[in-house]
């Protein structure tokens, strides 16, 4: 197994995050996730939680 650091360039997907070149969850991200993931169970539209984001304010990553 290998147990070295890779030294990526590319953007973490939303959720995480690169620390010393490891891939690790961004903890405010992952409560982002969870909070969508829960608002879309509920039957929220895509719309709607593009609204609730903002409201929370929450944008894009930049």
Same mark, same amino acid.
């Given at each position: 197994?290998?147990? +070295?650091?890779?030294? @990526?360039?590319?953007? &973490? ?13 961004? %903890?405010? +991200?992952?409560?982002? @996730?969870?909070?969508l &993931? ?13 609204? %609730? ?8 990553? &930049?």
């Amino acid at each position: 197994m290998r147990t +070295e650091s890779l030294n @990526i360039k590319s953007r &973490a997907p939303f959720g995480y995050e690169w620390v010393d070149g490891v891939l690790t969850h961004n %903890e405010i +991200e992952q409560e982002i @996730i969870s909070l969508l &993931a829960e608002l879309k169970e509920a039957g929220s539209t895509y719309a709607q939680l593009g609204d %609730e984001l903002a409201k929370l304010g929450y944008f894009t990553k &930049a």
